[in-house]
C-alpha cells in the first residue's frame, strides 16, 4: 500500500457524508439520478458542450472542408490566413484548418482508444486482485506499483526511442501505462464491497467467482471507473502532445495537434502566429472540457477518488 | 506503528527490485540497438561484435542482470557510453542541481496553492472561485513545452528581461550566482504543479470546513481570521503530505520536458538524452534513481502523515 491509497485515510472518522457507507448495491446500473446531478452541474455542462463541438468539428469538419493532407506542397509554404486557406498553410504546405480537424481526429481517437483499452484491463485486474485478496492480491499490487514508481514518461521514452510506433503503437503504449490507476481505485473499491451483504449473500447463493467479480462488483465500482476514464483520454492526448514535442509523436503525414504545435513553435518568433494559436488553443479547450466533465462526474457520481 | 513501517518497507524493497527487472528487461528488448546507436548506422558487424563483447552486451540477459545489480549495489553503474564518463559521477553532479530546481518550484507552488486553496474553500461557488478554477484547469490542461516555450517567447525575446536558456555553471553555486536563468525553468514547473496543488487543498479545505471542530470554534465566538488560520488552514495542511508523494512522476515528467526546454542540465535532460541515445548504463542508472526516489518519497509521506494526524492508525489495516 503506497500513498495513493485511499485505505490509510479511510481508517480515520468518516468524513462528513461519505459515499461509502450510504451507498446503496447495484448504483452502477441505475444512473438516473447522478445523469440528472450530472446536467444541473455548469462544469459538466461546459466540457459536454466543448465534446461535442469539437469531436463535429474534427470529424464532421472535412465533409464540407476538403483538403488535401497528404501531398507536400513546398510552394504553398507558410501562406497567411486568407485566400482558399481560413488558416493559411505550414512549412509543408498543409491547409491549417484542414489538418486542425485531422489532427484532431487521431488525438480524440488515441484518447478514446487508450481510456477503453485501461479501463476494461484495469477493472478486471483491480476487481480480480481485490477479490482474491492474500497473497496474490499483495503480489498483483506490487507489480501495479513498480510501474508507478517510474514516472509514465520515463517508461514511454524508453520504450517509444526503442520501437518508433505508428498510431496504434502508441495506443498501446499508453494504455501499458494508464491501467494502473484505475486498478488501483477498483481494487480499492472491491476491497471495501466485498465484506457487504449483498455480496456475501451472492457467494452464498452459489455465485462463482466470476459472476461475482463481473456482476456484483464492478458494477458497484462504476463510479470510479468512469471518473477515472475520463480524465484518462485529457491525459493521454497531453501525452501524446508532450512525445510529439520531444519528437517521439506519431510519424508523418499523420497528424496530431502536439506536432503542429511543436512545428509551429519554430516559426513562433517569426510572426507566423496561425501555426501555433490554433493548434494549442484546440488542444488546450479539448483537454479542459474532459478535466471538466471528469471533475463534474466525480461530483455527480460521488467518487471519493484522489487525483495524482 | 512499527509492524506498518516494516511492511511497508518490505513492501518498498520489493518494488524497487521490480522496477531494476522492469526498466533492464525494457531496454534490452531489442538487442544490438546500443551498438548501432553508439557506431553509427554504418558499422560494420565486427565492430558492433567487439563492442558488445567490451560492454558485455553478448552474454546471456540473466547474467547481464545479475552483474548489474552487484555493481550497482555498490555504487557502480558503468561508464556512459556516449558521454565517455562514470554514470554514478554524471549522476553525482547533476542531482544537486535537480534539487535546487525541484525544490524551489514545489515550494514556491505549495506558497500559491495553499492560500488560493483555502480562499477558494471558503469563497466556495463565488465569482473569484469560478475565475481561479478556470485558471487552475486551463494550467492542468496546457502542455508543460507549450507553456516554457511561451514563456521565453515573452519574456526573452519579447520583453528582453529573461534569458531563456538555463545557467549551464557545473555547480548548484555557480547556478545560484546567475539567478536569472533560473526564473523561467522555475516559474514553468511551479506554474505545473501548481494546478493539481490547488484544487487538492481546495477540496481539503472545503472538507475541513464542514466538521464539527470548526463550527464549535465558531460558535466559541473566534474570529473568522482565527477559525481558518488554527483549524481551517492547519488540518487542510494534512493531506498536501501525502500530495508530496502522489506528484512525484508528475514533477519528474515536469522536469524532463522544461530541463530540454530550458537545456538545464539536470537528471531530466541527461535521461532525454540518454533515451534518443540509446545510453543503456545511463538509462537504466537514472531509471533506477527516480523509481527509488518515488518510492522512498511515498514512504516518507505515508510516514509523515501517521506522525502528523494522530487519528490515523497504521495497525490495524
Redesign the interface.
Given at each position: 500500500?503506497?500513498?495513493?491509497d485511499p485505505?490509510?485515510?479511510a481508517?480515520?472518522?468518516p468524513?462528513?457524508?461519505s459515499p461509502t457507507g450510504a451507498r446503496t448495491p447495484a448504483a452502477g446500473r441505475g444512473l438516473g439520478g447522478p445523469a440528472v446531478a450530472l446536467l444541473r452541474n455548469r462544469r459538466a455542462r461546459a466540457g459536454l458542450v466543448l465534446i461535442a463541438l469539437v469531436a463535429l468539428f474534427c470529424f464532421a469538419g472535412p465533409l464540407f472542408y476538403r483538403t488535401d493532407q497528404v501531398t507536400v506542397h513546398l510552394d504553398l509554404a507558410e501562406l497567411p490566413p486568407g485566400g482558399g486557406h481560413p488558416l493559411g498553410t505550414d512549412a509543408n504546405g498543409y491547409d491549417v484548418l484542414g489538418r486542425l480537424m485531422a489532427g484532431g481526429r487521431s488525438s480524440l481517437e488515441l484518447g478514446f482508444a487508450v481510456a477503453v483499452a485501461t479501463t476494461v484491463v484495469g477493472t478486471l485486474y483491480g476487481a480480480f486482485s481485490g477479490y482474491v485478496g492474500g497473497v496474490t492480491d499483495s503480489l498483483m499490487m506490487?507489480?501495479v506499483?513498480?510501474?508507478?514508481?517510474?514516472?509514465?514518461?520515463?517508461?514511454l521514452?524508453?520504450?517509444v526511442?526503442?520501437?518508433s510506433p505508428s498510431l496504434g503503437g502508441i495506443i498501446l503504449l499508453l494504455s501499458l501505462l494508464s491501467w494502473l490507476s484505475p486498478a488501483r481505485l477498483v481494487r480499492g473499491e472491491v476491497l471495501t464491497l466485498r465484506t457487504r451483504e449483498f455480496v456475501q449473500a451472492a457467494r452464498m447463493m452459489g455465485g462463482t467467482g466470476p459472476r461475482v467479480v463481473l456482476r456484483h462488483l464492478v458494477p458497484n465500482a462504476a463510479g470510479v471507473v468512469i471518473v477515472s476514464a475520463t480524465f484518462t483520454v485529457?491525459d493521454s492526448i497531453?501525452m501524446l502532445?508532450?512525445l510529439s514535442?520531444?519528437?517521439l509523436g506519431l510519424p508523418p503525414p499523420n497528424a496530431d495537434w502536439?506536432t503542429m504545435?511543436?512545428g509551429g513553435?519554430d516559426f513562433?518568433?517569426d510572426g507566423y502566429w496561425w501555426l501555433v494559436y490554433p493548434p494549442?488553443a484546440l488542444?488546450?479547450l479539448t483537454?479542459?472540457a474532459f478535466?471538466?466533465l471528469g471533475?463534474a462526474l466525480h461530483d455527480a457520481l460521488d467518487v471519493r477518488l484522489?487525483?495524482? | 506503528m512499527t509492524a506498518y513501517l516494516l511492511r511497508?518497507t518490505g513492501?518498498a524493497v520489493?518494488?524497487?527490485i521490480?522496477?531494476m527487472v522492469?526498466?533492464f528487461a525494457?531496454?534490452h528488448?531489442?538487442p544490438g540497438?546500443a551498438a548501432r546507436a553508439t557506431l553509427g548506422t554504418r558499422a560494420t558487424a565486427e565492430r558492433i561484435a567487439v563492442f558488445n563483447a567490451a560492454n558485455g552486451l553478448n552474454r546471456p540477459l540473466p547474467a547481464q542482470f545479475v552483474t548489474f545489480v552487484k555493481q550497482a549495489l555498490q555504487g557502480d553503474f558503468g561508464t556512459s557510453y556516449s558521454l565517455h564518463q562514470p554514470v554514478s559521477a554524471l549522476i553525482a553532479q547533476r542531482l544537486p542541481r535537480d534539487a535546487l530546481l525541484l525544490g524551489l518550484s514545489i515550494l514556491l507552488a505549495l506558497a500559491v496553492a495553499v492560500p488560493m486553496g483555502v480562499y477558494q474553500a471558503v469563497r466556495r461557488d463565488s465569482a473569484a472561485d469560478h475565475v481561479l478554477t478556470v485558471v487552475a484547469?486551463?494550467l492542468?490542461?496546457?502542455?508543460?513545452?507549450?507553456f516554457g516555450?511561451l514563456l521565453v517567447?515573452l519574456f526573452s525575446?519579447q520583453l528582453h528581461i529573461l534569458p531563456s536558456q538555463a545557467p549551464q555553471a557545473v555547480s548548484v553555486g555557480g547556478i545560484l550566482a546567475d539567478p536569472r536563468g533560473l526564473v523561467l525553468p522555475v516559474v514553468t514547473l511551479t506554474l505545473v504543479s501548481l494546478a493539481?496543488f490547488s484544487?487538492?487543498v481546495r477540496s481539503s479545505a472545503i472538507?475541513t470546513l464542514?466538521?464539527d471542530y470548526v463550527l464549535v470554534a465558531r460558535a466559541k465566538g473566534l474570529a473568522e481570521s482565527q477559525v481558518l488560520r488554527r483549524h481551517v488552514l492547519r488540518n487542510s495542511l494534512l493531506?498536501v503530505v501525502?500530495?508530496l508523494?502522489?506528484?512525484?512522476?508528475?514533477i519528474?515528467?515536469g522536469a524532463?520536458?522544461a530541463e530540454?526546454v530550458f537545456n538545464y542540465p539536470g537528471m531530466g535532460l541527461l535521461?532525454?538524452q540518454a533515451?534518443?541515445s540509446?545510453d543503456y548504463p545511463v538509462?537504466l542508472a537514472s531509471?533506477l534513481v527516480?523509481?527509488v526516489a518515488?518510492?522512498v518519497g511515498?514512504?516518507l509521506?505515508?510516514v509523515a502523515?501517521?506522525i502528523l494526524?494522530p487519528?490515523?492508525?497504521?495497525d490495524?489495516?
Open positions: 500500500m503506497t500513498a495513493t485505505a490509510p485515510l481508517e480515520g472518522p468524513a462528513a457524508g506490487r507489480v506499483d513498480t510501474f508507478l514508481a517510474v514516472p509514465g514518461l520515463v517508461l521514452l524508453i520504450m526511442s526503442m520501437f485529457a497531453l502532445s508532450t514535442f520531444l519528437g502536439g504545435l511543436t513553435l513562433l518568433y494549442a488542444l488546450v483537454v479542459v478535466n471538466l471533475d484522489k487525483r495524482t | 511497508r513492501q520489493v518494488v524497487v521490480g522496477v522492469l526498466t525494457l531496454i528488448f531489442e540497438s484547469f486551463t492542468y490542461s496546457m502542455p508543460d513545452f507549450f516555450l517567447a525575446v493539481g484544487r487538492y472538507s464542514a466538521q493531506p501525502t500530495i508523494g502522489l506528484t512525484a512522476p508528475a519528474v515528467t524532463v520536458i530540454s535521461f532525454y533515451a534518443t540509446k538509462l531509471t527516480v523509481g518515488t518510492v511515498s514512504l509521506a505515508d502523515y501517521g494526524d487519528r490515523i492508525r497504521y490495524r489495516d
